[in-house]
């Protein structure tokens, strides 16, 4: 990937977050959910920030071949590259943020089971080296944030909450515990059942806020995870020991996923209150409610969550305008309403999704 085509895509997504800002509505119903929703906090911070509950404009960015931008500054041959040509490319990423006069961006810093800072729950990321576990010879994560906010752009801090590793037969660190672990065909993650994977996920979070002066967190849209056919999620053991409160499996899983956002929010308001929290789920809210057992428009009712930012990765031919629309009337509530998209879709016949979720 050259700068030029990178500097395209860059475009397309910062249009895209800056004409989609949709609402930023209070009140909706208030509906009892399966966990007691957290206390919204009241904002705080010594410094201004750029990107906040009230304002809207962003871009996106990956470290990996994954989420708004599909072709990250740290994946691929760039693992190998000295800090020099890694602190170059992120600057004129920087640069063209701010000529196009945005406000924040989202960064990935906790890819699947990895991370980008010395963590005590897992190991450096691959991402960054090439190599997990490997320590880089400059604190990354710090020069980033540093380099963002002397540009007057805000660093969110982008987190898969539960996956572990990818593939057949990863190979995972000793430092994530087995017993929280749950292996699938292609993919592992933390059991979301287990109240310990809660406590983790939150202790990461909390780690990272303490450490490091982040403006918000971000999490994608890996929750339950989508199974390959006639895969099963195997979960039944957990429903057993810790669902007996609920009516049906599916009402349980969902309610260990809002146990675990309404935790992540409780430690963001605890440690940091300014920080924004944000959520991208995938872009089809029946699949998120009965595939990924994540109760979006819950979310929005309770304020569980400051942002939610679908990932609408249709043409706008066919799915993207009933999709857009699901979210508009469905996730009205005490937040913000934005939507990620890639420009290139407007022009494209092709109404595929990048996942499953279509």
């Not at 989609?20 to 906090?41: F, I, Q, R, Y």
């Not at 569980?304 to 996730?331: A, E, G, H, K, M």
Request: proline share 6%.
């Amino acid at each position: 990937m050259n700068i030029l085509r990178s500097t395209r895509e860059l475009k397309g997504i910062v249009f895209a977050t800056i004409c989609v800002l949709l609402m930023a509505g209070c009140g909706g119903e208030k509906g009892e959910g399966p966990v007691n929703p957290p206390t919204p906090g009241q904002g705080g911070g010594n410094k201004p920030k750029p990107f906040d509950r009230r304002n809207g404009r962003s871009s996106a960015k990956t470290s990996v071949l994954h989420g708004f931008l599909r072709y990250g500054i740290w994946t691929g041959r760039r693992t190998r590259q000295p800090k020099q040509g890694q602190k170059a490319l992120f600057t004129q990423y920087l640069n063209k943020l701010q000529e196009l006069h945005m406000n924040a961006m989202f960064f990935q810093v906790r890819p699947r089971g990895d991370v980008f800072w010395e963590s005590q729950y897992e190991p450096w990321s691959r991402s960054i080296t090439g190599t997990e576990g490997q320590k880089p010879s400059y604190d990354v994560l710090q020069w980033m944030i540093d380099e963002c906010h002397k540009h007057g752009i805000a660093f969110h801090a982008w987190i898969n909450p539960y996956r572990i590793a990818t593939g057949t037969n990863p190979t995972i660190s000793s430092m994530i515990p087995q017993k929280l672990q749950k292996k699938y065909q292609k993919v592992v993650i933390y059991n979301p059942a287990m109240p310990e994977t809660r406590e983790r996920i939150a202790n990461i979070v909390e780690e990272l806020l303490q450490k490091y002066d982040v403006d918000g967190i971000h999490f994608d849209d890996y929750f339950y995870p989508a199974l390959e056919a006639g895969e099963s999620m195997n979960d039944n053991a957990e429903y057993q020991k810790y669902g007996s409160n609920f009516r049906d499996i599916n009402t349980f899983r969902r309610a260990m996923v809002d146990s675990m956002v309404t935790k992540v929010q409780r430690t963001i308001r605890e440690v940091k209150p300014s920080a924004v929290f944000s959520i991208s789920p995938a872009g089809n809210l029946n699949n998120n409610l009965n595939q990924l057992f994540s109760d979006v428009p819950l979310w929005c009712r309770k304020g569980w969550v400051d942002v939610i930012i679908p990932q609408l990765y249709w043409s706008t031919s066919t799915y993207f305008p009933p999709r857009l629309n699901d979210f508009i009337t469905q996730c009205n509530g005490k937040n913000k309403l934005m939507v990620g998209y890639g420009l290139y879709r407007f022009e494209s016949g092709d109404n595929s999704y990048p996942d499953n979720s279509d």
